[in-house]
């Protein structure tokens, strides 16, 4: 299997077909990371984004994880990333994932219905927390779990600060995640703080560091959820790997 590619669907292909195990498996796996800033692909991003997207389900064990519906994009980071204030920018809603000014707060997986074609988790942040050692370890255990035996998981979203970079958390996590054979993609974060060279630079070291990982999907996406720069684009990679209608879970 391909932990590179990721597409969207071809006429004719089945709605059970669309993914496999183990990430990266949208059958249509030819499309090159640029087909994701085309027009059509926007689009198809934007209106992924426009349908209702609610929480449904808190896990804080891995027997407390919810039935694997439909495909799912994690994201994950060190704490005070700013990944919350990410997923309300993506679903243009302010409040959807929880925000606060103390690092380490969500403590849960938390998962959320995007229009019945795709599964958001938030998933708690790493590398601080103000909580007792034996919880911290709980939250650890939890998301390894999920990350390495999770059947729908499609991608890990990985969300490094631009302005700071790689550090040896995060290649902890990559490397986890390419001996577990789990497709990831760097998000970068916060970057409307930089030039536009020191984002070239940023987003060029970064993709060089993550390139010793074979999982790693070579685009990294350079984001402000302050601005919005970016937003589109992550919106058109995350509609790649939804499915292209609801699933009907009634019997």
Not at 26 to 36: E, H, K, Q, V, Y
Not at 96 to 111: M, V
Request: glycine share 10%; charged share 20%; with cysteine.
């Amino acid at each position: 299997m391909d932990h590179h590619a990721a597409g969207c669907p071809g006429k004719g292909e089945s709605q059970e077909g669309l993914y496999l195990n183990r990430g990266t498996t949208i059958l249509n796996t030819g499309l090159d990371p640029s087909d994701f800033e085309t027009p059509e692909a926007i689009e198809a991003g934007r209106k992924l984004f426009a349908g209702e997207c609610a929480f449904y389900w808190a896990a804080n064990r891995a027997s407390n994880l919810p039935p694997p519906e439909r495909p799912e994009a994690a994201f994950v980071g060190r704490s005070n990333v700013g990944k919350s204030s990410l997923i309300n920018a993506l679903t243009g809603r302010r409040t959807l994932a929880r925000t606060s000014q103390t690092p380490g707060r969500t403590r849960e997986l938390n998962f959320f219905n995007l229009g019945g074609r795709l599964t958001l988790v938030d998933m708690p942040g790493y590398g601080y927390a103000k909580a007792p050692k034996t919880q911290i370890a709980g939250w650890t255990a939890l998301a390894r779990t999920y990350l390495q035996q999770r059947t729908v998981l499609a991608r890990l979203f990985l969300l490094i600060d631009g302005r700071h970079g790689t550090k040896d958390a995060d290649h902890d996590l990559m490397g986890l995640m390419d001996r577990s054979a789990v497709s990831f993609q760097v998000v970068l974060t916060k970057c409307d703080k930089l030039s536009k060279a020191e984002l070239d630079r940023m987003r060029a070291t970064t993709l060089d560091e993550c390139s010793r990982y074979t999982t790693c999907y070579p685009a990294a996406v350079a984001t402000s959820a302050q601005s919005g720069d970016g937003i589109p684009l992550l919106r058109s990679f995350l509609a790649g790997l939804a499915l292209p209608r609801p699933i009907s879970t009634e019997e």
